[in-house]
T-cell receptor, first 116, second 113 residues
Framework: AQKVTQAQTEISVVEKEDVTLDCVYETRDTTYYLFWYKQPPSGELVFLIRRNSFDEQNEISGRYSWNFQKSTSSFNFTITASQVVDSAVYFC?????????????FGQGTILTVHP | EAEVAQSPRYKITEKSQAVAFWCDPI?????LYWYRQILGQGPELLVQFQDESVVDDSQLPKDRFSAERLKGVDSTLKIQPAELGDSAMYLC???????????FGQGTRLTVV
């Protein structure tokens, strides 16, 4: 069975600070996908990124960046120059085999609060 | 912008009563998921549909929960009888195909009293 651990329950930063959200996963699968979702107060989960197990290249999208390290089973998410609008709950999720991308095992989530 | 529609947004029901949630996926999306999210935890998959067929309901408590997607479009999740431990957010998600990203609705927050 797969397991996703987000050790940071809550993080509080001041606007413009950089912040990294940690995600560690456990699996015996060789083919898998990792995701990050954002859940604002309105409740819906917003897709941020998908990364497959064969692609360890880091990715940057604007202020967001992701660091995938297979050797440590980690898929960390960094927000550069955080903004108040980044305040939300962030979930790391795992998909085994990539057969159904919506069939996800989620971590417990990290509550990010960005203060002005 | 297309979105997954869920209703009601909030529901309060008494223990042992029946309750139902409705989900209308994005038009054309064949795959539909129901998740349950207990406060302070990540969502957990309850059931997955491909068109009108159940693909995976291994985590659905079948003694009290049921789900249907009769015409392969909108879906209903029912709980009967509701228990206090069922208080949670129920999220619906859909994807165009099984190997494309899932889009989530805003959820139905259920409180059982």
């Amino acid at each position: 069975a797969q397991k996703v651990t987000q050790a940071q329950t809550e993080i509080s930063v001041v606007e413009k600070e950089d912040v990294t959200l940690d995600c560690v996963y456990e699996t015996r699968d060789t083919t898998y996908y990792l995701f990050w979702y954002k859940q604002p107060p309105s409740g819906e989960l917003v897709f941020l990124i998908r990364r497959n197990s064969f692609d360890e290249q880091n990715e940057i999208s604007g202020r967001y960046s992701w660091n995938f390290q297979k050797s440590t089973s980690s898929f960390n998410f960094t927000i550069t120059a955080s903004q108040v609008v980044d305040s939300a709950v962030y979930f790391c999720a795992f998909n085994a085999g990539g057969t159904s991308y919506g069939k996800l095992t989620f971590g417990q989530g990290t509550i990010l609060t960005v203060h002005p | 912008e297309a979105e997954v529609a869920q209703s009601p947004r909030y529901k309060i029901t008494e223990k042992s009563q029946a309750v139902a949630f409705w989900c209308d996926p994005i038009s054309g999306h064949a795959t539909l998921y129901w998740y349950r999210q207990i406060l302070g935890q990540g969502p957990e998959l309850l059931v997955q549909f491909q068109d009108e067929s159940v693909v995976d309901d291994s985590q659905l408590p079948k003694d009290r929960f049921s789900a249907e997607r009769l015409k392969g479009v909108d879906s209903t999740l029912k709980i009967q009888p509701a228990e206090l431990g069922d208080s949670a957010m129920y999220l619906c998600a859909s994807s165009f195909q099984i190997n494309t990203e899932a889009f989530f609705g805003q959820g139905t927050r259920l409180t059982v009293v």
